[in-house]
């Protein structure tokens, strides 16, 4: 999943003759966080959160932005000083010795910017930092009618094993490590 990177710098990605800068998210990034919810549609809201919030409290916020670039890290786009995507993962306790690393992984990209490339390459760069970090798979949950979640899903890894559980897809993508 980590060796489909065609940027050569990681920190910049370009998007349609736009430079968009990527970096870790940081707690400075609370307020950035904010106003991207703001601009953010319902559905990708509902897609996102899995409930239509209308907005989030700050501790939410906090918590997004407040990682600690191990167990749970994110990456985030900026166009300017806003940040139009974030792509985090956050690990799973290890449940038996010799049982797969897992972290759960969750992406948005502001509507503006969506279906451009930015979801996949945020997603591929985050692939390559948790399997650097030991992880070996990334689990998604999407709502049976995100579609874009799904095709980006397939997107990166074509024979990803995608399971019904409880309303939900879960998807599991194995992660490779590049060095
Ligand atoms: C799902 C999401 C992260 C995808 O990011 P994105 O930047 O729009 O996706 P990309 O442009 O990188 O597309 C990668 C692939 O995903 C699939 N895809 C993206 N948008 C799609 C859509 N609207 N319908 C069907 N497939 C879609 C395609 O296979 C696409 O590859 P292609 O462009 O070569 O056809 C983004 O749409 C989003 O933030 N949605 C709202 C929040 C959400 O659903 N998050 C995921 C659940 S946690």
Redesign the pocket.
């Known amino acids: 999943m980590n060796d489909i990177d065609p940027d050569v710098d990681p920190d910049v990605m370009r998007v349609d003759d736009i430079e968009l800068t990527v970096r870790p998210i940081a707690i400075g990034d609370v307020e950035r966080l904010a106003r991207l919810f703001t601009r ?1 549609s319902p ?3 509902h ?2 959160f899995f409930s239509p919030i209308a907005r989030p409290p700050r501790a939410a916020l906090l918590r997004l932005a407040d990682v600690d670039h191990g167990r749970r890290d994110a990456l985030v786009a900026l166009d300017g000083d806003e940040i139009v ?1 974030v ?1 985090r993962y956050d690990g799973r306790p290890d449940r038996d010795p010799g049982a797969s690393h897992q972290a759960e ?7 503006a ?11 591929v760069r985050l692939a390559g930092l948790a399997a650097d970090r030991g992880y070996d798979t990334f689990v ?4 049976p009618d ?11 890894v074509p024979d990803a094993t995608v399971r019904w559980a409880g309303g939900e897809y879960e998807a599991s993508l194995p992660l490779v490590r590049a060095s």
């Open positions: 953010l559905s990708s809201v897609f996102r995507a792509a992984i969750a992406i948005t990209v502001e509507d910017w969506q279906h451009r490339g930015v979801g996949k390459r945020l997603a998604a949950t999407m709502l995100n579609r874009a979640a799904l095709g980006l899903v397939h997107k990166l």
